[in-house]
């Protein structure tokens, strides 16, 4: 994390969190790192349904057509907690960590979105572990992503808009 704060700084970006099934885990990483504040605007935890309608403005079409563990959910949690909190940058985590299938999702189903000002790119990534396990993977691939695309890695974020990229977690280190 102290790495992505760095180049956040050096980038002169700021970012905003979102998050239903890491429940606060990737903010409280963030405001973890000494200086953060200077780069990480806040963040919500959205556990239901209507605190995502609520809160962030997550349409309940939306959550009634594609359930809250969906690319469509989670598209829409970053890109209005972006607008919301006037960030560079967004990030937002939506899944199911288990113990049981949730909305016809398998345990370890998550999506994840991050929203600038070209668009919004998800990931969606099939996890194995604990729900505990889960948690620190989820938040441990968006941290790997967003500095991946701080880098320039997903500097071609315009022609990628409304693609979901599946599986990245079997090929990328977790570690942040």
Known sequence: ??????????????????????????????????????????????????????????????????????????????????????SDLAIAFSGNAGPRVSSDKPVGRIYTAIACSDGCLVFQDDLTGSRKEIKQKTVDLGIVRLKDWIKGNYQNITNRIGEVTHGQSEERSVTG
Request: negative net charge; contains cysteine.
């Open 1 to 86: 994390m102290n790495e992505l704060v760095l180049l956040l700084k050096e980038h002169h970006l700021t970012l905003a969190s979102c998050e239903s099934v890491s429940g606060g885990d990737f903010a409280s990483a963030m405001t973890d790192v000494s200086g953060a504040s200077d780069v990480y605007l806040g963040g919500t935890v959205v556990y239901t349904d209507r605190a995502k309608n609520i809160l962030i403005g997550v349409e309940y079409e939306i959550l009634e057509l594609h359930g809250s563990v969906s690319e469509e959910t989670v598209r829409q949690m970053a890109v209005l907690t972006k607008q919301r909190l006037n």
